[in-house]
């Protein structure tokens, strides 16, 4: 038997070995239990920052968050949010209207992102199949939720708003407003 | 009178039996291969229509039955609509050689558990394997697609290639059993298998059989990640569904085969003998769907390759031995 030819017998031998390992391999995989999660019957808890359906939140005392700023509707990258501003007497601003087409957003979570008053968020609700799209157009009495979502500590006129919902100076980091006329070398 | 009456019932009675036991099935190796390939692949295979998914064949069956019947602008219509019932009753009609039992006595008569002892089984089957191309290339010339064509055309390679090797390896089987008859070999294997005698043959029978019924990793004529779905890419409804019932009776048969030639066909200890036959038959198809789960298919010209410069030559070197030996024995 010449070399080359021993070289071709161990080579039909390891070729040999490694199909019946692969045999083994898939056979043993038979025996194992399946992966799937049987999804209607069966369903994954998503994490608390899966981004899903969106939300508007209300702060600590119960009044709206969103201040109509349009930041999240110019942060938007498929421009599916849409709202028109409003002030109330006392000078908070509010939005009139606010309306999320859900069959154009892409759950990128960009507007999250972008909200200065943590109005909007994102759920782990990522069930919102509907059979006629103009259903997926949710307007804002759909939007708004009762309870402060992820930050519930959080209120945001009790840090900014100069005035709005209380007195200059009464912010949680803001010191009295200083006169300065007492301010004399 | 009434004797040949009684002949023609008990006849009858087989023929159906076998007709039904093994379009029934082929149709539940569609579901067992779904199943196991989901198993292999850590998922769990249809488990929707019925308990366990069992009525998923019925499902599909409707399914295809009320689908369009589409045939291709420019196709050949008479030869579109025969390829698909090529395929599949050749693959049928083998089975009438392969004893599946031992002669059972009803009512004072013989019944021998085969549908036709002939006395060329062995050349009966293997003319019939080779009819059963035509289904394949006439499929694939009639679609008037590029990738039918090619289909086709492979097929015939292959199956040219394979046939070869599959009907040499055969040769030391009637050497051993010195018949064509299938019954005759399953009898000389009373005592021993063949296998025993013959590791090699079967080795090369197998990896034969494994060519002819189009499977992975020999299933080049399907080939889906190139020819779309090669011969029968342009085939729609039951007539998909009739290539598809081929290819698995067709599994369902050459594991018959494969039984009666090397592993003693209905011989078997304690259980009946269809149970045997049926329990080896259907090791034969796991085998076939366990490959499918586990090996990739070859490239064209390893498989010309392994038909024609290992399978075939290994096949008369085995031939030629098992001459001399049957010499030196006698």
């Known amino acids: ?185 | 009178m009434t004797a040949f009456y009684l002949d023609i019932a008990l006849f009858a009675a087989k023929l159906g039996l076998v007709f039904f036991v093994i379009l029934t099935l082929a149709a539940y190796l569609v579901f067992a291969e779904r199943k196991i390939l989901a198993w292999v692949q850590d998922r769990k295979g249809p488990n929707r229509v019925g308990p366990f998914g069992l009525l998923q064949p019925l499902a599909d069956l409707i399914k295809l039955l009320t689908k369009e019947d589409f045939v291709p602008a420019a196709a050949d219509k008479w030869l579109f609509y025969l390829a698909p019932a090529m395929a599949a009753i050749p693959a049928i009609l083998i089975f009438a050689v392969i004893p599946f039992g031992a002669p059972l006595t009803i009512a004072g008569r013989q019944l021998p558990l085969v549908v036709a002892d002939l006395n060329v089984g062995l050349l009966f089957f293997l003319a019939l394997s080779s009819i059963a191309v035509y289904g394949v290339a006439i499929g694939g010339w009639a679609s008037n697609s590029k990738y039918s064509l090619l289909g086709g055309i492979r097929g015939l390679a292959q199956l040219i290639s394979y046939e070869l090797s599959m009907g040499l390896s055969l040769v030391p089987i009637v050497m051993l059993a010195r018949s064509f008859s299938l019954t005759d070999i399953v009898e000389a294997q009373a005592t021993v298998p063949f296998i025993v005698y013959q590791p090699l043959a079967f080795i090369i029978f197998l990896i034969s059989i494994t060519a002819e019924c189009k499977r992975i990793p020999f299933d080049l004529p399907e080939a889906e990640g190139e020819l779309v779905a090669g011969f029968h890419s342009e085939y729609s409804g039951m007539r998909f569904g009739l290539f598809f019932v081929g290819e698995y009776i067709n599994i369902i048969v050459l594991g018959g085969l494969a039984t009666t030639f090397f592993l003693g066909g209905w011989h078997g200890p304690l259980l009946p003998p269809v149970v045997w036959f049926s329990l080896k038959t259907l090791a034969f198809a796991f085998f076939f769907i366990w490959m499918r789960g586990t090996l990739p298919r070859l490239r064209y010209d390893q498989l010309m390759h392994l038909g024609w410069k290992v399978l075939t030559p290994l096949a008369l070197v085995n031939i030629l031995v098992t001459g001399w030996w049957l010499v030196l024995i006698r």
């Not at chain 1, 040999?16 to 019957?41: N, W």
Request: hydrophobic share 35%; aromatic share 10%; charged share 25%.
């Open chain 1, 1 to 185: 038997m010449s070399v080359k030819s021993a070289f071709h017998f161990m080579s039909l031998f390891s070729d040999t070995k490694a199909i019946l390992g692969g045999f083994r391999i898939t056979l043993s995989h038979m025996l194992r239990k399946p992966v799937t999660i049987q999804y209607p019957e069966q369903k994954r808890t998503p994490s608390p920052r899966f981004r899903a359906r969106i939300v508007l939140t209300r702060d600590p005392d119960g009044d709206e968050r969103c201040v109509a700023c349009y930041l999240c509707s110019a942060a938007c990258p498929v421009d599916c949010i849409s709202m028109q501003s409003a002030e109330r007497e006392d000078g908070r601003r509010y939005a009139e209207w606010f309306r999320i087409n859900f069959s154009r957003c892409i759950f990128c979570g960009l507007c999250a992102e972008a909200c200065p008053t943590m109005a909007i968020q994102m759920t782990p609700d990522y069930e919102i199949c509907k059979r006629d799209i103009m259903d997926l157009v949710y307007e804002k009495e759909d939007l708004l939720i009762d309870g402060c979502g992820k930050d519930d500590s959080y209120n945001f006129y009790k840090h900014a708003g100069i005035g709005v919902t209380q007195p200059r100076g009464a912010g949680l980091e803001e010191s009295k407003p200083v006169d300065v006329r007492t301010l004399m070398p």
